[in-house]
């Protein structure tokens, strides 16, 4: 069988007439390129959109707020399959033998998890026959199907786990994901002008930014991708191929031309904003106390992050809608704490820091240099972040970006 490509179109590339047309385009290419092309789609454009995702979950939930979690997901794995069917009908016009797919169709076999399905299995057997008869498949992303014959969709953003999957199950030699946006940057590009595209990164730095703060493409995709070693490649329609950015192993990218750059401590800068920083000061070492904040954070739901425990004071950040129930638990609990509100973390992320010393001393140097306090770090093998005041931000990831080299 000849070579695969997997190749995903976002909801805002297949929104109107005129983005069709790039999608169409491309498509073309990678059939005279010699590839078997499988499609993958997304709604049709943003909430407010008559086919989008949230318009249809809006327009069930707003005269049916008590509908149940299996109609919603019914109504809205619907968006997919409109897009499918009009997608393959302007390919086929356009001379591209096309046929749309649900996500059943496609052989996606899900766990029953209405609204976060995982995928238990994926057969596309069908999508073979189609791909045999010279046609396009045009697949409905975000969907499966439950042992039962349910439908269930694969949580926000699920379209590029449909692709990824797909593109392991049929051997693909790589998946494109087709965005509003021409790759991933090196930090946001809305924050910073002079960001740009990154050429290659490893699975384990995109999900990284993509914990951090990084919007392009779903960390759960690159975990599969990882897993398969499909590489992937996020690009915008508009440009031609060999642009956007590749997503693949580290030993693929330390084998290619890339070395020769040297080992890069920083690859990508991400962050966030609206944070509260909670630092609790204890009298005296108390581990039932200690237990019981996170014990009720817990419990209320409350995601924590950043969090350093000493014996006598302990620190965290929560998003600042959560902040209000947090003070409510400390106060409840009598204890002395400060709340530092408007805060912004700064995470600096690449494989090639954690086999390199000195790479803290820089960022801070950095950082000192331009009189931004540092309010507290965190770090993983690959990621170091800065808790800043929100103020500062522009000015951090600027200097950040600048002194590891990313301009
Ligand atoms: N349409 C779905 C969403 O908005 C899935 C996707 O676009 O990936 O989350
Ligand atoms: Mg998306």
């Given at each position: 069988m000849a070579k695969t490509i997997v190749q995903k179109y976002g909801g805002t590339c297949v929104s109107s007439p005129e983005k069709r047309m790039l999608v169409l385009e491309r498509v073309k290419e990678a059939l005279d390129e010699g590839y078997n092309v499988v499609v993958v789609v997304s709604a049709m454009?943003?909430?407010?959109?008559?086919?989008?995702t949230d318009t249809l979950k809006s327009l069930a939930l707003e005269t049916?707020?008590?509908?149940?979690l299996r109609e919603l997901d019914l109504i809205m794995s619907c968006g997919e399959v409109i897009s499918s069917v009009v997608m393959a009908a302007y390919l086929s016009e356009n001379g591209i033998k096309s046929r749309a797919c649900t996500g059943s169709q496609a052989g996606f076999l899900t766990n029953g998890c209405y609204s976060e399905a995982e995928v238990?299995?994926?057969?596309p057997a069908k999508l073979r026959e189609v791909l045999n008869e010279n046609f396009v498949p045009v697949v409905a992303g975000f969907q499966g199907v439950d042992a039962h014959g349910e439908i269930n969709t694969l949580g926000r953003g699920g379209s590029d786990t449909t692709a990824v999957i797909l593109g392991a199950a049929l051997e693909a030699e790589k998946v494109e994901i087709f965005t509003d946006v021409s790759g991933i940057f090196t930090a946001d590009p809305g924050l910073l002008k002079e960001a740009k595209v990154i050429q290659q990164i490893t699975y384990g730095e995109v999900c990284q930014l993509a914990y951090e703060g990084a919007k392009v493409i779903h960390p759960r995709a690159v975990e599969v991708a990882m897993r398969n070693n499909v590489s992937v490649v996020v690009r915008d329609p508009e440009n031609s191929s060999g642009t956007g950015t590749l997503i693949t192993g580290e030993s693929s990218i330390q084998s290619g031309n890339f070395s020769t750059r040297g080992r890069r401590a920083v690859t990508g800068i991400a962050h966030v904003t609206e944070l509260v920083q909670f630092i609790v000061e204890f009298d005296s070492p108390d581990s039932s106390r200690e237990l019981e904040i996170f014990q009720r954070i817990g419990e209320a739901g409350i995601n924590i992050d950043l969090i350093s425990v000493f014996p006598t004071t302990k620190a965290f950040i929560v998003k600042e809608e959560h902040s209000y129930k947090v003070e409510n638990i400390l106060e409840d609990m009598g204890l002395a704490y400060r709340a530092e509100k408007d805060c912004a973390k700064v995470s600096v992320v690449g494989v090639g820091m954690h086999s390199m010393p000195g790479v803290m001393a820089r960022v801070v140097k950095a950082l000192n240099e331009r009189s931004i306090p540092i309010l507290q770090s965190g770090d993983s093998n690959i990621t170091i972040s800065l808790l800043i005041k929100q103020e500062d931000l522009y000015d951090a990831v600027k200097t950040l970006h600048d002194r590891f080299n990313l301009r």
């Amino acid at each position: 069988m000849a070579k695969t490509i997997v190749q995903k179109y976002g909801g805002t590339c297949v929104s109107s007439p005129e983005k069709r047309m790039l999608v169409l385009e491309r498509v073309k290419e990678a059939l005279d390129e010699g590839y078997n092309v499988v499609v993958v789609v997304s709604a049709m454009g943003r909430s407010g959109e008559p086919y989008a995702t949230d318009t249809l979950k809006s327009l069930a939930l707003e005269t049916h707020p008590d509908i149940s979690l299996r109609e919603l997901d019914l109504i809205m794995s619907c968006g997919e399959v409109i897009s499918s069917v009009v997608m393959a009908a302007y390919l086929s016009e356009n001379g591209i033998k096309s046929r749309a797919c649900t996500g059943s169709q496609a052989g996606f076999l899900t766990n029953g998890c209405y609204s976060e399905a995982e995928v238990v299995d994926c057969q596309p057997a069908k999508l073979r026959e189609v791909l045999n008869e010279n046609f396009v498949p045009v697949v409905a992303g975000f969907q499966g199907v439950d042992a039962h014959g349910e439908i269930n969709t694969l949580g926000r953003g699920g379209s590029d786990t449909t692709a990824v999957i797909l593109g392991a199950a049929l051997e693909a030699e790589k998946v494109e994901i087709f965005t509003d946006v021409s790759g991933i940057f090196t930090a946001d590009p809305g924050l910073l002008k002079e960001a740009k595209v990154i050429q290659q990164i490893t699975y384990g730095e995109v999900c990284q930014l993509a914990y951090e703060g990084a919007k392009v493409i779903h960390p759960r995709a690159v975990e599969v991708a990882m897993r398969n070693n499909v590489s992937v490649v996020v690009r915008d329609p508009e440009n031609s191929s060999g642009t956007g950015t590749l997503i693949t192993g580290e030993s693929s990218i330390q084998s290619g031309n890339f070395s020769t750059r040297g080992r890069r401590a920083v690859t990508g800068i991400a962050h966030v904003t609206e944070l509260v920083q909670f630092i609790v000061e204890f009298d005296s070492p108390d581990s039932s106390r200690e237990l019981e904040i996170f014990q009720r954070i817990g419990e209320a739901g409350i995601n924590i992050d950043l969090i350093s425990v000493f014996p006598t004071t302990k620190a965290f950040i929560v998003k600042e809608e959560h902040s209000y129930k947090v003070e409510n638990i400390l106060e409840d609990m009598g204890l002395a704490y400060r709340a530092e509100k408007d805060c912004a973390k700064v995470s600096v992320v690449g494989v090639g820091m954690h086999s390199m010393p000195g790479v803290m001393a820089r960022v801070v140097k950095a950082l000192n240099e331009r009189s931004i306090p540092i309010l507290q770090s965190g770090d993983s093998n690959i990621t170091i972040s800065l808790l800043i005041k929100q103020e500062d931000l522009y000015d951090a990831v600027k200097t950040l970006h600048d002194r590891f080299n990313l301009r």
